[in-house]
């Protein structure tokens, strides 16, 4: 079955960093997309980050955009994303799925940016 486990969140002071991992599983890993999105309280999940099947494609929300890296290894079945010059705007749940999406989503993890 599809799993992703996504870890690595915390509570870090603005202008911290942090390197958020997800282990998925149940499917052909090097076969799919991997993109990262988050979704803050009331607020819509959104798109940050996407990665191509090698590695040679990838793009980024605006407001994310020279502070965010992802990245992919296809080996481990895992995709990063580290997250560097951390706002309080950052503040969300993060999650990691496919693209196309496959179900279920994974729990997420907590990034939370206050001093």
């Known amino acids: 079955q599809v799993l992703f486990v996504e870890s690595g969140g915390g509570l870090v002071q603005p202008g911290g960093s942090l390197r958020l991992s997800c282990a998925a599983s149940?499917?052909?890993?090097?076969?799919?997309?991997l993109r990262w999105y988050r979704q803050a309280p009331g607020k819509e999940r959104e798109l940050v980050a996407s990665?191509?099947?090698?590695?040679?494609?990838?793009n980024y929300a605006d407001s994310v955009k020279g502070r965010f890296t992802i990245s992919r290894d296809n080996t481990k079945g895992t995709v990063y994303l580290q997250m560097n010059s951390l706002k309080p705007e950052d503040t969300a749940v993060y999650y990691c799925?496919?693209?196309?999406?496959?179900?279920?989503w994974g729990q997420g993890t907590q990034v939370t940016i206050s001093s």
């Open positions: 799925n496919t693209y196309p999406s496959l179900r279920p």
């Open positions: 149940g499917f052909t890993f090097g076969s799919y997309v």
């Open positions: 990665i191509s099947r090698t590695g040679e494609l990838i």
